[in-house]
């Protein structure tokens, strides 16, 4: 979602999957709105939005990894190792830094429910960590699947009764938030993303077959969603809450 590649070596494809998952966001978080504002009584943990939403989170951070390999790709022959972990720090603090300011503004308002480790928490930390992973297929595929399973496992763990692993997946008793991302499964997600990256655009080529429809006015608007993913991230909840206020809450 947040990691973008330079303009020349774009994929249409994965900006146009990126715009997807925004378009998906938004319509689960007016869903989210209209039911946190009282204008509807959706059940938010009911099956079907819980199918619609596991996807979105998916698809997200499965993004991230592949576009974690196409910038890496493109930049290692021209940086040193220093520079390379130096890039990729500042990159993964940079996208962590945000996320605790979205834990601050939500924590202002609405207080309830506020952020604590969310998407933005999730995939700095993720960066961060990944960087080891980012030429490697099978390591990052198995590690991967490690770590989804032990997030998987500790769903059906239940709560505990202490806070302190929340950002690992060890949800607290009577936890509440409007985001949570723990690393594990999500961090697992970014690795298989990376698998894939390496797989399917290998050196940045891709290594598979595909029509191009990135002038297609549809896939045009989905690339330019993907492209601004972040700016979008960061602002459309605001704009959903205003346009709630302007029609229905002042």
């Known amino acids: 979602m947040l990691v973008n590649t330079d303009k020349k070596q774009r994929f249409w494809e994965i900006d146009a999957l990126r715009g997807i998952a925004i378009l998906m966001m938004i319509t689960y978080h007016v869903i989210f709105d209209l039911n946190y504002f009282k204008f509807t009584s959706t059940d938010l943990n009911s099956s079907p939005l819980l199918v619609f939403l596991y996807p979105v989170g ?3 951070l499965l993004l991230v990894g592949v576009s974690l390999t196409l910038s890496y790709n493109r930049v290692k022959n021209t940086l040193t190792t220093t520079q390379l972990q130096i890039k990729y720090f500042k990159r993964g603090a940079s996208i962590f830094t945000l996320g605790l300011l979205i834990t601050v503004v939500t924590w202002v308002y609405p207080h309830d429910g506020y952020i604590v480790f969310g998407v933005l928490h999730c995939i700095g930390l993720s960066i961060l960590l990944a960087y080891p992973f980012l030429t490697t297929r099978l390591s990052a595929f198995l590690v991967g699947i490690f770590c989804i399973s032990i997030g998987v496992a500790l769903r059906f763990l239940g709560t505990v009764d ?14 509440y938030t409007l985001d949570y991302f723990p690393l594990l499964p999500w961090y697992g997600v970014v690795l298989i993303g990376i698998f894939l990256g390496n797989t399917l655009y290998k050196n940045n080529t891709r290594k598979f077959v595909l029509k191009d429809y990135s002038h297609n006015l549809v896939s045009r608007l989905l690339c330019f969603l993907g492209r601004y993913s972040l700016l979008i991230y960061l602002l459309h909840q605001l704009l959903i809450v205003g346009l709630l206020y302007v029609f229905f809450l002042r």
């Open 162 to 175: 202490f806070p302190w692993l929340l950002w690992l997946g060890f949800v607290p008793t009577s936890f």
């Open 58 to 60: 998916t698809l997200f």
